[in-house]
């Protein structure tokens, strides 16, 4: 598959989901219930964005978008 240009603001919100998912999986994780908040409004956000109506093939894009947002938060970490 061709690399896709994601909208900066989805890439952002997709960061931020794997961010909050990654802090409620982590033992002990303090105020679940704000983080399980936190990740149903991104959860709605990521699903409902505008830029899915322009693509083609939404699973492939979306995986796609998941797994260059980890990319690039391992580089970062690195």
Same mark, same amino acid.
């Given at each position: 598959m061709d690399a896709i240009d994601f909208p900066d603001d989805l890439v952002q919100t997709q960061a931020a989901w794997n961010a909050t998912y990654d802090a409620l999986a982590a033992p002990r994780p303090r105020?679940?219930?704000? !983080? +399980?908040r936190r990740l !149903? +409004?991104?959860s709605v956000r990521l699903w409902w964005h505008p830029y899915w109506k322009t693509t083609p093939s939404v699973p492939a894009a979306r995986t796609e978008l998941r797994q260059l947002v980890r990319a690039r938060g391992a580089v970062r970490a690195a």
């Open positions: 105020d679940t219930t704000a !983080l +399980r !149903l +409004r991104l």
